[in-house]
């Protein structure tokens, strides 16, 4: 094509030169003729140009396909990066900041991953926003921290939709099943083991009546749900009384607020504290220190606690919490296990139970067991709460 146009262009070149030094009707005809075949022998070059162009440009774009294809042959978005999408709770607790902690480590861009990270601030509104943000991305994961149990199965049925897996963690979702995994804790086993530990400790204090007051966690929160339901079964089994539950938002202003509003209203009537975290417990220590009410061993008012979070087996240490029941934080290297077996194309568990346990001094620490299995106590030492999260 080229050497056609090329022979073209040189023989009207040739024609027109001849012409130059000719006259009359005849060579004005001729100039005309080679001046045609200029401009057809230019405008065939301009096309043939344009198609070379085009050309490049449909062999580049399909150059981009198969790059873009064979990354996500390779499980990623972004040559060879896997990218992921966490929806976290917010920031509320010591126990949080460790869980945000624990997978901005993981899925970091050293180990090979591209985290858009959400703070929902505690907003379930928020949260959906997030996950729904993820799907538009086209993310390769989306790992949740469902804020509460349900309202979820909508947005899952979307994130199905858009082929996208889904690794929930820590709180459960109770309404929807369409997630690959959950990896967390027990709450409710979490909650029984406060009320066992409880009943063999007065037992051992001789305490013949229990009158609890409970600072519950966000409302509707699996957590909460699990902590709540198994406490109580407890104290309806041993015929305790909880005179009073109301939330604190798993917050160290909302345990204050609530244990303030307790020593007013329950003032001198209560010889039991559940908080169902470690900062509610810090709290309302402080709404107790205020009110000049006298808690931790061998003090009026038993204190219990969840969580373990170091600065809440810190007080465990220092005699004022006198019992704290581990949830770990660390569920991220367990996800991280779920997403390279979902990578080689195998098939995860669909619950991962996280190891944990349950803190005191060497005087509060008693044997007791939950559904007949026994558990085993940890004593709070200082190397104990340097390896803390
Ligand atoms: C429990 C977790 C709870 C913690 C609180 O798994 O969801 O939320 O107990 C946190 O500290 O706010």
């Known amino acids: 094509m080229k050497k056609k146009l090329l022979g073209t262009l040189l023989s009207a070149a040739m024609v027109m030169s001849l012409l130059a030094g000719c006259g009359g009707a005849a060579a004005d005809t001729a100039a005309d003729t080679a001046t045609a075949a200029v401009e057809e022998a230019t405008d065939t070059a301009a096309d043939a140009a344009e198609d070379a162009a085009a050309e490049v440009v449909e062999d580049t774009e399909a150059a981009a396909d198969a790059v873009e294809e064979a990354a996500a042959d390779a499980g990623s978005s972004d040559g060879g990066l896997i990218s992921i999408g966490f929806a976290q709770v917010g920031h509320e607790s010591d126990w949080r900041t460790a869980s945000t902690k624990s997978c901005q480590d993981v899925f970091s861009e050293a180990n090979g991953y591209d985290l858009s990270f959400v703070d929902c601030d505690n907003d379930e509104a928020a949260q959906k926003e997030a996950v729904r943000s993820f799907i538009e991305q086209g993310v390769d994961y989306i790992i949740i921290d469902p804020i509460i149990a349900t309202g979820w199965d909508t947005v899952l049925t979307e994130c199905e939709d858009a082929g996208i897996p889904v690794i929930v963690i820590d709180r459960t979702i109770d309404d929807s ?107 309302a220590m402080t709404a107790m220190d205020n009110a000049g009410v006298a808690y931790g061993p061998g003090n009026d008012v038993i204190l219990i606690s969840f969580d373990a979070c170091t600065a809440g087996l810190e007080d465990v240490k220092a005699g004022k919490i006198s019992a704290d029941f581990e949830c770990n934080p660390l569920a991220a290297p367990f996800v991280e296990q779920v997403i390279q077996q979902l990578q080689a194309g195998t098939t995860p568990d669909k619950e991962v139970y996280m190891e944990e346990h349950w803190y005191a001094l060497p005087d509060q620490i008693v044997d007791f067991s939950i559904d007949g299995a026994a558990q085993t106590m940890t004593e709070v030492t200082d190397d104990v709460i340097a390896a803390q999260y």
């Open 177 to 283: 099943d369409k997630y690959v995994s959950w990896v967390g804790s027990n709450f409710l086993t979490e909650g029984k083991a406060a009320g066992e530990w409880l009943k063999a400790y007065a037992e051992k204090q001789g305490i013949s009546e229990i009158n609890a007051l409970v600072i519950s966690g966000s409302t509707g929160a699996s957590a909460q749900i699990g902590r709540s339901d198994g406490f109580k079964e407890i104290a309806d089994r041993e015929g305790w009384t909880i005179l009073d539950e109301q939330t604190g938002d798993f917050t160290e202003a909302g345990g204050q607020e609530v244990m303030e509003s307790y020593c007013k209203s329950y003032e001198g009537k209560f010889n039991v504290v559940v908080c169902q975290n470690d900062n509610e417990a810090f709290g």
